[in-house]
């Protein structure tokens, strides 16, 4: 059986650092880190590279989109909310939706176009996206809303670390002091995903409450779990907890900081993404919209 030698292998591969003391320098572009940024780099330092360094954006997908004009069209129902404590009708709102938040969403992500959708053709996509989100909004208006009251929406918080401050944006905080987060998805969670955990860890560090996330499926018939039905969905305040996520922001930082001094913002950074973790039922590549140009997937796509 003949292969590619390791040693070979290696030598082609090695990038030679000259100076073992080598003064680690932090890429003035990143003015701070957040909760999706710390998660990209430790999916693949190659993605955060593009996304980060280089500044460049993929082509958002379908999923997306949907959530975005949910999203969008749910804060303004609680802006109004925060004064008047009443909901918006589910007419208003709705039209709010498709008025408003359906082409605001489309124009901010660049146009039809710019999309990933889901099938062939984007005026299909387009239709997808208003029938979902209208569906999603009116199930979790009718069966959530009322008992939320809003005290503020996509509030700021800052986390002070080295060598660049944690920033993030709390979904809604309310007044009876949680921090709430919606998700929507082809299929609803009972419990907090691995992929949520360190921004749920950081909402209830800025604020000393617990976060609380809602998850809706874009089903026929959709299905919401809150804390309400799973306390799963819940993260408590916890201060090890914190020092812990703290700690691993730092090794990240650093992690940054050694690939911007050796390699810089053109060479191309470690590519474990499609390896990132040999016990996931999933690639974390699937959605990365570098493949084309990534080395780890060279050939193959």
């Known amino acids: 059986m003949t292969g590619v030698s390791l040693d070979a292998f290696l030598v082609n591969g090695a990038r030679e650092v000259?100076?073992?003391?080598?003064?680690?320098?932090?890429?003035?572009?990143i003015k701070h880190l957040s909760a999706t940024s710390l998660g990209m780099?430790?999916?693949?330092?190659?993605?955060?590279?593009?996304?980060?360094i280089l500044g460049e954006k993929e082509r958002p997908g379908e999923a997306l989109v949907i959530g975005s004009m949910f999203h969008d069209a749910l804060e303004w129902n609680y802006v109004g909310k925060i004064q008047s404590h009443e909901d918006q009708p589910l007419s208003d709102l709705t039209q709010y939706l498709q008025d408003v938040s359906v082409p605001k969403v489309i124009d901010?992500?660049?146009?039809?176009?710019?999309?990933?959708?889901?099938?062939?053709?984007?005026?299909d996509g387009l239709m997808v996206a208003r029938t979902d989100s209208?569906?999603?909004?009116?199930?979790?208006?009718?069966?959530?809303?009322?008992?939320?009251?809003?005290?503020?929406?996509?509030?700021?918080?800052?986390?002070?670390?080295?060598?660049?401050?944690?920033?993030?944006?709390?979904d809604t905080c309310t007044a009876?002091?949680?921090?709430?987060?919606?998700?929507t998805g082809?299929?609803?969670?009972?419990?907090?995903?691995?992929?949520?955990?360190?921004?749920?860890t950081l909402y209830s560090a800025a604020t000393g409450w617990p976060a609380e996330y809602h998850s809706i499926s874009r089903a026929a018939h959709p299905r919401i779990v809150t804390g309400l039905e799973s306390e799963g969905m819940i993260q408590q305040p916890n201060a090890t907890q914190?020092?812990?996520?703290?700690?691993?922001?730092?090794?990240?930082?650093d992690m940054i900081s050694y690939l911007w001094t050796t390699l810089g913002p053109d060479q191309t950074w470690p590519t474990w993404g499609k390896f990132?973790?040999?016990?996931?039922?999933?690639?974390?590549?699937?959605?990365?919209?570098?493949?084309?140009?990534?080395?780890?997937?060279?050939?193959?796509?």
């Not at 009876?176 to 998700?183: E, F, L, M, P, S």
């Not at 082809?186 to 749920?200: D, E, G, I, R």
């Not at 690639?283 to 140009?293: A, E, F, H, Q, Y």
């Open 176 to 183: 009876d002091r949680r921090v709430i987060d919606t998700k």
């Open 108 to 123: 901010e992500y660049g146009g039809l176009d710019a999309i990933s959708w889901d099938v062939a053709d984007p005026q």
């Open 276 to 301: 990132a973790d040999w016990s996931m039922t999933f690639s974390p590549c699937g959605n990365c919209g570098w493949r084309k140009v990534c080395p780890a997937w060279a050939g193959e796509v």
């Open 134 to 170: 209208e569906r999603v909004l009116a199930a979790y208006r009718n069966t959530v809303t009322e008992r939320i009251q809003p005290v503020a929406v996509e509030q700021e918080f800052r986390i002070p670390t080295e060598p660049v401050e944690i920033l993030g944006y709390l």
């Open 186 to 200: 082809k299929q609803v969670a009972t419990k907090l995903k691995p992929s949520w955990m360190l921004q749920a």
């Open 41 to 52: 780099f430790r999916r693949c330092p190659e993605q955060f590279r593009h996304r980060y």
């Open 242 to 253: 914190f020092r812990n996520v703290l700690a691993s922001a730092r090794t990240v930082a």
């Open 18 to 29: 000259t100076d073992a003391r080598l003064t680690l320098q932090w890429p003035e572009r």
